[in-house]
């Protein structure tokens, strides 16, 4: 009673009635029977049982101990008598509804009559039904229980090295008796322990030496586990860690995204709101004609160029090689060969007006953004902006598509796209143009052909025939 040693009994749910518990006297098997014992009367006497909360318990009508010696001389009784007095008792009354506890079954006499004895009795305990624990050293009870339904072997947990219990049942293998490592243990002379040796059965032997290699293997693994246990709580800690980097990162995002969306919508607002003053005013100057064209270079200053990413049929241009060397990082002056970004058209800087640029291509000039020029090294064949402009031009005009699509598009994001597509148009010698708008609210139908109504070379703007989509498109033609 000086030490409190915690009992650790594991069963998991088995179709077996009757666990026979093997191993050395040392061992606890006595502690674990009548800890289970004690369990089970203090469940049905109404006390509280220190078990695991998920634990199940049978309730029973009987209960049948047989435990410790009770030989009697008065009553001429020795141990193997007072045990097969218990075990009579016990058959005759057992049933489904019982519980039995015996330790050292068969013990007393000569372990050969006893151990057949003790497998008969195992026979009809587990015909009658009934539930029960047994402890042995009989090797013939372990070979029994392998072969028979309803019985289980079990064994109490040893440490070899240190030789003492460690007090935990295993349920499924038989347990050893170390009676050898225990006796050395003790101080036996080594020739003692091996005359003995020499005279136990070679089966047995081997059987114990099997279980001693299954017990070794065991703590290999358990040692495996527990480590693969604590490298999985690191591995957990890391994974939370990183769940919570993650979730910091995606709010992080968030915030980032729901900012610029505001700034989005503040400056597209902004635009709108410059869009619809600069169409009241044109609405208000249509008599002046010089009124309408300088509000159109405003709102084209005013509007963003087109993103690069754009799909090519988007923007009518299908083919993206660049013709010339691009010089990098120099300023374009006048007297400079430039090209269109995204584009084929080449030509010469006439005249730079603030952000806009008067280029010679060929025998046109075209005003363009200062941002959608490249500044190239003079091409080839190509003599003062003059001579090969018209091949430039027809090349345009081979890879141009008359058709542009900005159905879904916001004003704002529509009316850029608009332009370049015009100006590509013109510089491509295409005369007759197809804008796909859609229907809708009408308000992008009318925003794009306000637009097209400052730009000096749309000659006039139509709605496509209805079997050819009707008021969704715009049929625009320009100037010859």
């Given at each position: 009673?000086?030490?409190?040693?915690?009992?650790?009994?594991?069963?998991?749910?088995?179709?077996?009635?009757i666990i026979?518990?093997?191993?050395?006297?040392?061992?606890?098997?006595?502690?674990?029977?009548?800890?289970i014992?004690l369990?089970?009367l203090m469940l049905?006497?109404?006390?509280?049982v220190?078990c695991?909360?998920e634990?199940?318990?049978?309730?029973?009508?009987?209960?049948?101990?047989?435990?410790?010696?009770?030989?009697s001389?008065?009553?001429?009784?020795s141990?193997?008598?007072?045990?097969?007095?218990n075990?009579k008792?016990m058959?005759?009354?057992?049933?489904?509804?019982?519980?039995?506890?015996v330790?050292?079954?068969g013990?007393?006499?000569?372990?050969?009559f006893?151990?057949?004895?003790?497998e008969?009795?195992?026979e009809?305990?587990?015909d009658?039904?009934?539930?029960?624990?047994?402890?042995?050293?009989?090797?013939?009870?372990?070979?029994?229980?392998?072969?028979h339904q309803?019985?289980v072997?079990?064994?109490?947990?040893?440490?070899p090295?240190t030789?003492?219990?460690?007090?935990?049942?295993?349920?499924?293998?038989?347990?050893?008796?170390?009676?050898?490592?225990?006796?050395?243990?003790?101080?036996i002379?080594?020739?003692i322990?091996?005359?003995?040796r020499?005279?136990?059965d070679?089966d047995?032997?081997?059987s114990?030496?099997?279980?001693?290699?299954l017990?070794?293997?065991k703590?290999?693994?358990?040692?495996?586990l527990?480590?693969?246990?604590?490298?999985?709580?690191e591995?957990k800690h890391?994974?939370n860690r990183?769940?919570?980097?993650?979730?910091m990162?995606i709010q992080?995002?968030?915030?980032?995204?729901?900012?610029?969306?505001?700034?989005?919508?503040?400056?597209i607002?902004e635009?709108?709101?410059?869009?619809?003053?600069?169409?009241?005013?044109?609405?208000?100057?249509q008599?002046?004609?010089?009124?309408?064209?300088?509000?159109?270079?405003?709102?084209r200053?005013?509007l963003p160029?087109?993103?690069p990413?754009?799909?090519?049929?988007?923007?009518?241009?299908?083919?993206?090689e660049?013709?010339?060397?691009?010089?990098?990082g120099?300023?374009?002056?006048?007297?400079?060969?430039?090209?269109?970004?995204?584009?084929?058209s080449?030509?010469?800087?006439?005249?730079?007006?603030?952000?806009?640029?008067?280029?010679?291509?060929?025998?046109m000039?075209?005003?363009?953004?200062?941002?959608?020029?490249?500044?190239i090294?003079?091409?080839k064949?190509?003599?003062n902006?003059?001579?090969?402009?018209?091949?430039?031009?027809?090349?345009k005009k081979?890879?141009?598509?008359t058709e542009?699509?900005v159905?879904?598009?916001?004003?704002?994001?529509?009316?850029p796209?608009?332009s370049?597509?015009?100006?590509?148009?013109?510089?491509s010698?295409v005369?007759e143009?197809?804008?796909?708008?859609?229907?809708g609210?009408?308000a992008?139908r009318?925003?794009?052909?306000?637009y097209?109504?400052?730009?000096?070379?749309?000659?006039?703007m139509?709605?496509?025939?209805?079997?050819?989509?009707?008021?969704?498109?715009?049929?625009?033609?320009?100037?010859?």
């Amino acid at each position: 009673y000086e030490q409190v040693i915690p009992l650790t009994v594991r069963m998991e749910k088995k179709d077996s009635r009757i666990i026979l518990i093997s191993g050395p006297n040392a061992g606890g098997k006595s502690v674990s029977l009548k800890t289970i014992g004690l369990l089970q009367l203090m469940l049905q006497s109404g006390l509280l049982v220190p078990c695991n909360e998920e634990s199940e318990f049978l309730w029973f009508d009987k209960l049948f101990i047989n435990i410790g010696d009770e030989q009697s001389i008065q009553s001429d009784l020795s141990t193997y008598t007072s045990h097969l007095a218990n075990m009579k008792v016990m058959i005759q009354n057992m049933d489904d509804r019982s519980l039995f506890l015996v330790d050292e079954f068969g013990s007393g006499t000569d372990p050969r009559f006893g151990g057949a004895m003790a497998e008969a009795f195992l026979e009809c305990f587990l015909d009658s039904g009934g539930h029960g624990v047994v402890t042995t050293h009989y090797g013939n009870l372990k070979n029994f229980s392998d072969s028979h339904q309803g019985i289980v072997n079990a064994a109490m947990q040893f440490n070899p090295n240190t030789l003492s219990p460690t007090y935990q049942l295993e349920i499924g293998v038989p347990g050893r008796s170390y009676a050898f490592e225990i006796a050395r243990n003790v101080g036996i002379p080594e020739d003692i322990l091996e005359r003995a040796r020499s005279k136990v059965d070679w089966d047995q032997l081997y059987s114990e030496d099997l279980l001693l290699k299954l017990e070794e293997q065991k703590a290999e693994l358990e040692a495996v586990l527990k480590e693969q246990k604590q490298n999985n709580s690191e591995l957990k800690h890391w994974l939370n860690r990183n769940k919570e980097l993650n979730q910091m990162i995606i709010q992080q995002e968030t915030q980032i995204i729901s900012e610029a969306h505001k700034t989005a919508q503040a400056l597209i607002k902004e635009a709108n709101s410059k869009i619809e003053l600069t169409i009241k005013e044109i609405r208000e100057n249509q008599a002046e004609r010089e009124k309408p064209k300088k509000l159109r270079t405003e709102l084209r200053e005013m509007l963003p160029d087109p993103p690069p990413a754009l799909p090519d049929e988007v923007v009518g241009a299908k083919e993206k090689e660049t013709l010339s060397v691009v010089i990098q990082g120099e300023e374009i002056n006048i007297g400079d060969w430039v090209q269109v970004k995204g584009s084929q058209s080449v030509g010469k800087v006439l005249d730079i007006q603030a952000k806009r640029v008067v280029v010679g291509i060929g025998e046109m000039r075209a005003t363009v953004k200062m941002a959608r020029l490249d500044k190239i090294k003079k091409p080839k064949n190509v003599n003062n902006g003059t001579g090969t402009a018209a091949s430039y031009r027809i090349s345009k005009k081979a890879h141009f598509s008359t058709e542009l699509h900005v159905k879904g598009f916001r004003v704002e994001q529509a009316l850029p796209v608009v332009s370049k597509f015009i100006d590509d148009a013109v510089v491509s010698g295409v005369k007759e143009l197809r804008i796909l708008h859609g229907k809708g609210t009408g308000a992008l139908r009318q925003a794009i052909r306000e637009y097209l109504a400052l730009v000096p070379e749309v000659n006039k703007m139509t709605d496509a025939p209805l079997d050819a989509g009707g008021e969704g498109w715009t049929l625009v033609s320009l100037i010859s």
